[in-house]
């Protein structure tokens, strides 16, 4: 395999000034990365600060309603409810130990910005976080989260005032000031070696999970194991320890917007083409032209025109297949897992259960390892605009 790729996806399709960081990362990567000191105080703080390990939950009302056995692994019960912060904490606690200062994100709906502040409040460090102008003002119960964790906000008033123009801004930043700054990346995206580094990060909740499984249910493994798809991080590290057995389906799942025929989505995997985007061949939503086009989800975490470029290779040799749920499908399991099991999921994360419920006729008698990658108290507002 080409150094940085996964088959014919990933690469670093980045300007050439961008090399110097790229490079001191993936050397970090080699020598401070696995050293005892890193993995030791990780490993600490994981469980310190993090709570780690998630629980593992057997759905007893849900299982027997559908006629199969629904196993959910709780990274919504990770101090501050996602998988997201895995990836910061590790990033941030890696850049600590190179020497940077400041820790710089982007954020869309404000989610990896807030995971991106909690690890820079716990390592010490500064967290500046790009926003959006028109993402600062919709998502302000994030901006008032990072403001009292100590970060600092920087609203981008060019473009379209969104995500990508948050990731243009951050990248400029992270040009002019390498020397103390570290980007911490969101999702398994991105230039290489960001698809390896934050699957390294998340691949803790497949290693936990596929232990607690077996622990569980006498050495056995689940029959699929499912995951929602943004960018594709909390997917890959739920996938990452499962891929060597063959005898368990992969199914990653994407949002398909409103479902109607050409509406817009974020599904790359299923409607997309291969193009380049923020540093990385992958399967993308574009013109013919290679234009970049709006993204949809209810779920503001899966809204991205793109995929990490390990989704694009799982896909492309039939190890993992990606499937597509629509809003009303995910809204219809918010409120079932809520309801049936006292959980109330993101919608992100509603989008995998969603596709148990779906095929509940298909999946008669499996078991189906979800990832419920996030809580859904984040998105009531959302529900409430909705309902
Ligand atoms: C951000 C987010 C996602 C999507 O990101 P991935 O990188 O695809 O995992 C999914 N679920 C939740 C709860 C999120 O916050």
């Not at 990836?87 to 709906?109: F, P, R, Y």
């Amino acid at each position: 395999m080409k150094k940085g790729y996964f088959g014919d996806f990933g690469g670093q399709f980045i300007p050439e000034l961008l090399m110097p960081p790229l490079i001191e990362l993936e050397e970090a990567m080699k020598t401070i990365l696995p050293s005892e000191k890193f993995q030791t105080r990780f490993i600490q703080m994981l469980k310190e600060n993090v709570g780690r390990p998630s629980a593992m939950t057997y759905c007893q009302h849900m299982s027997k309603d559908l006629g199969l056995d629904l196993w959910l692994k709780r990274e919504d019960l990770n101090h501050s409810g996602a998988h997201k912060i895995n990836n910061t904490l590790g990033q941030g606690l890696l850049a600590k130990m190179m020497g940077k200062e400041v820790l710089l994100a982007e954020t869309g709906a404000g989610m990896h910005g807030v995971a991106t502040t909690v690890a820079a409040a716990m390592l010490d460090m500064k967290a500046v976080i790009y926003m959006g102008a028109a993402d600062v003002v919709r998502q302000a119960p994030n901006v008032n989260r990072m403001r009292l964790m100590g970060a600092e906000i920087i609203p981008v008033e060019s473009g379209t005032k969104t995500l990508k123009d948050a990731i243009n801004e951050a990248l400029r930043r992270w040009l002019a000031d390498q020397e103390n700054t570290h980007y911490c990346f969101g999702t398994a995206a991105g230039p290489h070696p960001f698809p390896d580094l934050v699957r390294e990060f998340q691949q803790i909740i497949s290693k936990e999970a596929r232990q607690q499984y077996m622990d569980r249910n006498d050495g056995n493994l689940p029959d699929i194991v499912t995951a929602c798809v943004g960018g594709g991080s909390n997917a890959i590290g739920m996938f990452h320890h499962f891929v060597p057995d063959e005898s368990v389906k992969l199914v990653g799942v994407e949002a398909a917007g409103t479902g109607e025929p050409g509406c817009d989505n974020s599904a790359p995997l299923n409607l997309g083409t291969d193009g380049v985007l923020h540093g990385m061949k992958t399967k993308l939503l574009q013109t013919d032209e290679g234009q970049i086009l709006p993204s949809h989800s209810v779920a503001p975490g899966l809204d991205y025109p793109g995929v990490g470029p390990e989704h694009a290779h799982l896909q492309d040799i039939g190890r993992a297949e990606y499937v597509t749920i629509n809003d009303k499908q995910a809204l219809n399991a918010f409120k079932v897992l809520s309801r049936r099991e006292g959980i109330i999921p993101a919608l992100e994360s509603s989008h995998a259960v969603a596709y148990a419920i779906e095929n509940k006729d298909k999946l008669h008698g499996k078991s189906v390892l979800v990832c419920l990658s996030g809580r859904g108290d984040k998105d009531l507002g959302i529900l409430d605009q909705i309902l």
